[in-house]
């Protein structure tokens, strides 16, 4: 076995190659393969149509054929058909191109599993027990042979099997880890399509370390990084080290929230006015949300717009605040209520970041991953609920995988809906809930982030009382939230206040409040808030629970 990025699962029909394989590539961010379902799909006809017309000999040549481009690609997983160990040469490509999974399974399972399958052209026979078990014996060894990992499949659920896997994955060598061997890391790159806005968001570990890749990302001569003391320390050599040829200028703001101002705003426009910096200059955001709002909103204005890239390094930006064009800083009165729609050029969302963030900061950040998938993605949200402890051990394919899908989410709703005149209100889910607790607090009881999870449950017992959300959905959302180490309610938090201070949202209109409820995990809709005295009910039902 060489060092690769390739796994491919072998074994007989029925152990679960194919259903195990979508799921083991989902989570490593890998792109997956059935060779049985790719030779149909070449061939536009189904296999039992090739054995009648070509025999077994005709399928196998196929299959050898198919299976010899397969094992050329990289990084992906590929389902193997239960008798491609029959031929040498197959054998030899996939223990030589990647990682071999063995699924063994009994016969009786096999019969259980395969029993309406009528694509199995060896098992339209009298008796398929004793075809399953003269297979069995014939390419038990050849299976033995070429296998680096062997699970027994039977009666066990495929996330379990996943799960079992990526351990055992993890033991061996580089294999299929961002990055496995010598191969440079795995990065994804998505696109926010908006015209001749469009921009690209790569993600992925180690970008900050690719000057290369920063260099091609930000062309301006004139260039100023706009960053915060506690990620000035962590990460601003790279960024500044990339640049070193340019006309380079780096301004360090304060920590923290209460400095998302307009006077901070303008100390970013005096560096700059003072710099002689250009109309074709370019700022950088390096930081969390907060730097990545005050800088967009600074090239928003500066000279009535110029170029920025956000580097975020916190989750809750990587996944939300530097996708999509918001832009802010706060009025003494109210949050992020000064501020543009305005676009970066890029997005660069370094994974290897969030090792240093608190941990508090990383589950603030998952809220609002949790929240893609409760409003359009209900297999996402299947996804987090296996990999959630992944996720917060930092596994870095399972965050790039986390990252990408929420930023497509994002991307496809901002796609749609700009300027948040319909659909991408969407987004907001547990937020009116949440900006109504984060000021009851006086923004330091919760992160923004907690204060979202408790909405987001809320706004799921608002559905519930509705009728259209079920208790064992309500559960699932409690149970995720708590495995991404959120709080789900608001012990003490005066109910009347939580409502007074929802009418006051800047996203109430003159027709009252709106809301965004669930009519199902992946199904989301906005609505006109429930009357009064049932809303309150609810809301007080929901933080005593
Ligand atoms: N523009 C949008 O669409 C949008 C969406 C959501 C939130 N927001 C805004 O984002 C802000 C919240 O963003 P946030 O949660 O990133 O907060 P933040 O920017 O305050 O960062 C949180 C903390 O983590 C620190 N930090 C950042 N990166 C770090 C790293 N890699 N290692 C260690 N520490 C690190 C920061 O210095 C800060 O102390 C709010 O102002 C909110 O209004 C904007």
């Not at 997956?32 to 149509?49: K, L, M, N, Q, W």
Request: overall charge negative; aromatic content about 6%; some cysteine.
């Amino acid at each position: 076995m060489t060092a690769s990025t390739n796994i491919y699962l072998i074994g007989p029909m029925g152990s679960g190659k194919t259903a195990v394989g979508r799921e083991l590539a989902k989570a490593l961010g890998l792109r997956f393969f059935d060779s049985d379902a790719e030779i149909e799909r070449r061939t536009g006809v189904d296999i039992p149509f090739i054995f009648e017309k070509e025999g077994e000999r005709g399928f196998r040549e196929r299959e050898r054929e198919c299976l010899a481009e397969l094992t050329a690609e990289r990084r992906v997983v590929v389902a193997t058909g239960g008798g491609a160990v029959l031929d040498p040469a197959n054998r030899a490509r996939l223990a030589q191109t990647g990682t071999v999974i063995y699924l063994t399974t009994t016969v009786d399972e096999q019969l259980r599993r395969t029993r309406t399958a009528r694509n199995r052209p060896l098992l339209q026979t009298a008796d398929p027990r004793a075809v399953l078990e003269r297979l069995a014996a014939e390419r038990r060894p050849l299976y033995e042979e070429i296998a680096d990992i062997t699970i027994d499949t039977s009666g066990r659920q495929v996330r379990s099997i996943v799960t079992a896997l990526r351990q055992e994955l993890d033991r061996l060598e580089p294999l299929a880890k961002a990055g496995g061997g010598c191969e440079p890391a795995a990065v994804d790159t998505i696109e926010v399509s908006l015209g001749e806005r469009s921009y690209p968001i790569h993600i992925g570990a180690g970008l900050l370390a690719d000057a290369e890749l920063l260099r091609k990302t930000v062309t301006a001569r004139q260039v100023a990084i706009v960053t915060n003391e506690v990620v000035a320390k962590l990460y601003l050599g790279h960024v500044q080290d990339a640049f070193g040829d340019r006309d380079t200028r780096v301004v360090v703001l304060p920590d923290g929230e209460q400095h998302k101002t307009l006077a901070t705003l303008g100390r970013i426009f005096d560096e700059l006015v003072d710099a002689e910096f250009h109309r074709d200059a370019c700022l950088v955001a390096l930081g969390g949300g907060v730097v990545g709002d005050i800088t967009g909103f600074a090239a928003a204005c500066y000279q009535r717009g110029i170029d920025f890239v956000q580097i975020p390094t916190t989750l809750l930006s990587q996944v939300d605040s530097s996708v999509g064009g918001k832009t802010a800083v706060n009025h003494p009165r109210a949050k992020n209520m000064i501020g543009a729609f305005y676009q970066p050029i890029a997005v660069l969302a370094d994974t290897d970041t969030l090792r240093t963030l608190p941990p508090r900061e990383l589950s603030a950040g998952l809220a609002e991953v949790v929240k893609y998938g409760l409003i359009l993605d209900g297999e996402f949200f299947e996804w987090l609920e296996a990999y959630m402890e992944a996720l917060r051990a930092l596994e870095p394919d399972a965050l790039r995988f986390a990252i990408r899908r929420s930023c497509e989410i994002k991307a496809l709703i901002v796609a749609e809906d700009e300027r948040e005149r319909g659909r991408r209100a969407l987004l907001n889910l547990g937020h009116t809930f949440g900006h109504a607790l984060e000021s009851i607090g006086g923004y330091e009881r919760w992160l923004h982030g907690e204060a979202v999870a408790i909405g987001m449950m809320l706004a799921a017992h608002v559905s519930r009382a509705l009728g259209w959300l079920d208790a064992s959905a309500c559960k699932r959302i409690e149970s995720l939230l708590e495995l991404a180490g959120l709080p789900t309610t608001a012990p003490g938090i005066e109910p009347e206040a939580v409502l007074e201070h929802m009418a006051h949202d800047k996203k109430a209109d003159r027709h009252g409040i709106k809301l965004v409820l669930l009519e199902s995990i992946g199904k989301a809709c906005v609505a006109p808030a429930p009357e009064r005295a049932f809303l309150l009910d609810t809301v007080t039902r929901s933080i005593e629970t």
